[in-house]
């Protein structure tokens, strides 16, 4: 897996629970360029490697901001990073990666619940510049939890958005953003949060008529896993296109388990189908997707698979491996 060398620049508090990190190139050059909605994956020890959505604008060429909250109750990487990064710090990151791009469309809706701002600020930050129509809203439950608040306030952005506090009364659940109640052919939504947030703007969204392809979303967790009893119980077998040879796969162990304990070289970040780092091709068979990254159309063509936690719904796949 390619791999940066940066040193932690500067951190500064983003909301009472948040904490925004620049990082600069160790060698003190430029950092490779993004585009909005894009993420990095930043390597905090051997098997602890965290997906962050780069929240500054991509007209930026030396430096990538990460906002981070943290989340006791997580998988520990938001703990490492507040406990452990100091400025001066050397990390390891990949190389920006992007599952949640801007679309052309005549007018954009950005809505964002709590850290979920970090990839819509970016592309606030990307609209803005090219003097594009846009709106973005951001839901938090107070002032004090708003992650990145005064940046967003005293930017260009700032403009175009629309802050609602929960303390205040003002929540996505007592109704979705004027934008939203109507639709309109050639608008562009997008939508990041906690996953309960993101699965109701997404129903009212569609009750109200807009179609699932106007309606992105990018994920920080995966979604509620299946019910017991369907095809997770269902063993199969990977086979890889470049040696023949095929691998079980029980059903208590995913794809990518399997394959690492047999020696196979896969790319692995988030392990929970939340970063597209594992997207590998399939030539035959057909994959049970399991992911929050692929869209609908993506997902029908069939041809990735995210190998850390989808499975298969024929008795074999081949991998272009």
């Given at each position: 897996?390619?791999?940066?060398?940066?040193?932690?620049?500067?951190?500064?508090?983003?909301?009472?629970?948040?904490?925004?990190?620049?990082?600069?190139?160790?060698?003190?050059?430029?950092?490779?360029?993004?585009?909005?909605?894009?993420?990095?994956?930043?390597?905090?020890?051997?098997?602890?490697?965290?997906?962050?959505?780069?929240?500054?604008?991509p007209r930026e060429k030396g430096r990538y901001l990460i906002?981070?909250?943290r989340d006791d109750t997580g998988r520990g990487g938001s703990?490492?990073?507040?406990?452990?990064?100091?400025?001066?710090?050397?990390?390891?990151?990949?190389?920006?990666?992007?599952?949640?791009?801007?679309?052309?469309?005549?007018?954009?809706?950005?809505?964002?619940?709590?850290?979920?701002?970090?990839?819509?600020?970016?592309?606030?930050?990307?609209?803005?510049?090219?003097?594009?129509?846009?709106?973005?809203?951001?839901?938090?439950?107070?002032?004090?939890?708003?992650?990145?608040?005064?940046?967003?306030?005293?930017?260009?952005?700032?403009?175009?958005?629309?802050?609602?506090?929960?303390?205040?009364?003002?929540?996505?659940?007592?109704?979705?953003?004027?934008?939203?109640?109507?639709?309109?052919?050639?608008?562009?939504?997008?939508?990041?949060?906690?996953?309960?947030?993101?699965?109701?703007?997404?129903?009212?969204?569609?009750?109200?008529?807009?179609?699932?392809?106007?309606?992105?979303?990018?994920?920080?967790?995966?979604?509620?896993?299946?019910?017991?009893?369907?095809?997770?119980?269902?063993?199969?077998?990977?086979?890889?296109?470049?040696?023949?040879?095929?691998?079980?796969?029980?059903?208590?162990?995913?794809?990518?388990?399997?394959?690492?304990?047999?020696?196979?070289?896969?790319?692995?970040?988030c392990e929970q189908g939340i970063c597209g780092a594992c997207?590998?091709?399939?030539?035959?068979?057909?994959?049970?997707?399991?992911?929050?990254?692929?869209?609908?159309?993506?997902?029908?063509?069939?041809?990735?698979?995210?190998?850390?936690?989808?499975?298969?719904?024929?008795?074999?796949?081949?991998?272009?491996?």
């Amino acid at each position: 897996m390619q791999t940066l060398d940066v040193i932690v620049h500067t951190i500064s508090l983003a909301s009472a629970t948040s904490r925004t990190y620049e990082l600069r190139a160790a060698d003190g050059g430029d950092l490779p360029s993004f585009e909005a909605g894009a993420h990095i994956d930043v390597h905090l020890g051997p098997s602890l490697v965290r997906p962050y959505s780069l929240c500054n604008s991509p007209r930026e060429k030396g430096r990538y901001l990460i906002c981070v909250r943290r989340d006791d109750t997580g998988r520990g990487g938001s703990r490492t990073l507040h406990r452990d990064l100091t400025v001066g710090r050397r990390l390891r990151i990949s190389p920006p990666r992007n599952h949640f791009p801007l679309v052309a469309a005549g007018h954009h809706v950005l809505v964002a619940g709590g850290i979920g701002i970090t990839p819509l600020l970016s592309m606030a930050e990307a609209l803005a510049a090219r003097g594009a129509s846009f709106v973005l809203h951001h839901y938090t439950s107070s002032a004090a939890e708003t992650p990145l608040l005064e940046r967003l306030q005293s930017s260009a952005p700032g403009e175009r958005a629309v802050i609602h506090h929960s303390d205040q009364g003002d929540t996505v659940r007592a109704g979705l953003p004027p934008e939203l109640r109507v639709p309109e052919p050639d608008t562009a939504v997008y939508v990041c949060g906690p996953d309960g947030f993101m699965t109701h703007v997404v129903a009212e969204a569609t009750a109200a008529g807009w179609h699932p392809g106007q309606l992105h979303t990018e994920r920080f967790a995966p979604a509620a896993p299946a019910a017991a009893g369907d095809e997770m119980a269902t063993p199969f077998t990977v086979r890889i296109a470049s040696t023949g040879t095929g691998y079980r796969v029980p059903a208590d162990r995913t794809i990518a388990e399997v394959l690492t304990a047999h020696g196979v070289e896969v790319e692995l970040s988030c392990e929970q189908g939340i970063c597209g780092a594992c997207l590998t091709p399939v030539l035959a068979g057909e994959p049970d997707h399991r992911d929050e990254v692929q869209t609908p159309d993506e997902r029908a063509a069939g041809d990735r698979i995210t190998i850390c936690c989808s499975r298969a719904r024929t008795p074999e796949l081949l991998l272009g491996l």
